[in-house]
């Protein structure tokens, strides 16, 4: 039988609360200086917007280059794209997620324009720049390793195989999806004499066959039952 322990890739979950921390002290300070008037540093009316057009700048350019190169990435592994891959909930780098928080911080940005004109907002818009400078650089960090290091993607598709036999949802046009690929990976193998992934995807195979009948056996006594 083959096993191999499944785990979902959280590396880049501390920067997530790291970036929010920071935007919390930015926003403590701007009630200190809307409560007490007191200021160290005065800045220009036009300073939020400033910085404001920075972080959608920043934003937009890092979603269009991870999906320009994502999408200009020809290699296959194991039947996937790279493309596929970063779109995997497994990867450290999942476009969508990606997508999601940098509309989040957006969405925030405009929030706190639209404060700044009745209170001080300085501080929570220089704390939220800083946050996302500092899940950008850690994105970019993650995206590299991804892009140059083989072994991390192929280790991320096996996990999204061995998680896909988990799923309660998993019907047989996943099924055939998955297959067609893994077949494709299993021809590359023996054409490349890779017999010891040739191996590896035949029991991912195998095991997902398993997980789809395992399934429809369910689906059935279910449906017996009523």
Known sequence: MFHLK???NSSNNYIYAISIGIFLIGFAMDIGVNLTGYCLIKVSSSYIGYIFSAITTVS?????????????????????????????????INVNKYITTSMVIIGVGMLVMFISNTYSCVNSITALMIALLCIEIRNAT?????????????????????????????????????????????????????????????????????????????????????
């Open 6 to 8: 499944t785990t979902r």
């Open 60 to 92: 937009v350019l890092c979603i269009s280059l991870v999906a320009l190169i994502s999408g200009t990435y020809k290699e296959v592994f194991y039947g996937y794209k790279f493309g596929e891959i970063v779109q995997f909930p497994e990867s450290p």
């Open 142 to 226: 993650l995206f590299h390793e991804l892009l140059t290091n083989e072994k991390k993607k192929t280790d991320i598709i096996e996990m999204h195989l061995i998680n896909s036999q988990n799923l309660s949802n998993l019907n047989d046009n996943e099924f055939h999806m998955k297959f067609n690929k893994l077949i494709y990976a299993i021809e590359q193998c023996i054409q490349n004499k890779d017999y010891f992934e040739k191996n590896v995807i035949t029991n991912f195979i195998t095991s997902l066959s398993k997980a789809i009948n395992t399934e429809q056996q369910i689906v059935q006594g279910k449906y017996y039952q009523t």
